[in-house]
C-alpha cells in the first residue's frame, strides 16, 4: 500500500541551526501538509502546498520556515534558525486527487533542539 | 477550517467491551473524518462519513452523523488492546474541497484494559 515516507526520523540540532525535514509524499497525490506536534500537545497545522505554491500557513509558521517540492517527488519542510521551542514531532501528510479529503500521514520526524 | 471537539477527553474500558466517543463541530461540513493516533506515531485516517450520510460502518467501527445536531460519533465494538490510541475527529468545511486543511482537536484519549 502506498505510503507517505518521512526522513529523518529523529534529528537533535542545536539552536541556531537550520535543518530540513523531508518527505515522499504518495505518489499521485497533488496537496502536501505539514503538522506539528509538540510533546502533549495537540497536532497542529502549519502549511499546506499545492501546485507548486503554498495554499495557506498558520501563524505558526513564520519566516523562519520555508517549503519546497524540488524534485517533484520530495516535499521538504526547512527551519532556517531553530529554536527550543521548534522541538516537536512534525507530520508530513498528502492527497488528492480525491476531493474528499481523507489524509495520509506519514510516521513522522522527531526534532530535538538543545 | 474548524476542528472538531473530542468527548471525552479520556475513557478507559475492559478489553471486549464497547468504547463509544462522540465529536461536535460548529459548521456545515463537506465530510467528517476520523483518525487515530498511538502513542508518538502518524495519525491514521480511520473512516469518512458524507454529509449526506447517517451512519457507516467499517469492520468493528460504526460511526454516525447528525447534521442537524452537528455531531458525530464513534463507536469501537468488541475492543482490543492495540485499539489504545487518541483518536481525533476532523470535520472537512463545506465552503472548500479537495486541499482543504484539517484541523484536530485535543482528542479523546482512549485505554484498553487487558
Known amino acids: 500500500e502506498p505510503e507517505v515516507t518521512q526522513t529523518p526520523s529523529h534529528q537533535v540540532t542545536q539552536m541556531g541551526q537550520e535543518v530540513i525535514l523531508r518527505c515522499v509524499p504518495i505518489?499521485?497525490?497533488?496537496?502536501f501538509y505539514w503538522y506539528r506536534q509538540i510533546l502533549g500537545q495537540k497536532v497542529e497545522f502549519l502549511v499546506s502546498f499545492y501546485n507548486n505554491e503554498i495554499s495557506e500557513k498558520s501563524e505558526i509558521f513564520d519566516d523562519q520556515f520555508s517549503v519546497e517540492r524540488p524534485d517533484g517527488s520530495n516535499f521538504t519542510l526547512k527551519i532556517r534558525s531553530t529554536k527550543l521551542e521548534d522541538s516537536a514531532m512534525y507530520f508530513c501528510a498528502s492527497t488528492g486527487p480525491s476531493i474528499t479529503g481523507e489524509l495520509f500521514f506519514g510516521e513522522g520526524s522527531r526534532l530535538t533542539v538543545l | 477550517s474548524q476542528q472538531g471537539e473530542e468527548d471525552p477527553q479520556a475513557l478507559s474500558i475492559q478489553e471486549g467491551e464497547n468504547a463509544t466517543m462522540n465529536c461536535s463541530y460548529k459548521t456545515s461540513i463537506n465530510n467528517l473524518q476520523w483518525y487515530r493516533q498511538n502513542s508518538g506515531r502518524g495519525l491514521v485516517h480511520l473512516i469518512l462519513i458524507r454529509s449526506n450520510e447517517r451512519e457507516k460502518h467499517s469492520g468493528r467501527l460504526r460511526v454516525t452523523l447528525d447534521t442537524s445536531k452537528k455531531s458525530s460519533s464513534l463507536l469501537i465494538t468488541a475492543s482490543r488492546a492495540a485499539d489504545t490510541a487518541s483518536y481525533f475527529c476532523?470535520?472537512?468545511?463545506?465552503?472548500?474541497?479537495?486541499?482543504?486543511?484539517?484541523?484536530f482537536g485535543t482528542g479523546t484519549r482512549l485505554t484498553i484494559i487487558p
Open positions: 505518489s499521485n497525490h497533488l496537496y
Open positions: 476532523a470535520p472537512l468545511p463545506l465552503s472548500n474541497f479537495g486541499n482543504e486543511k484539517l484541523t
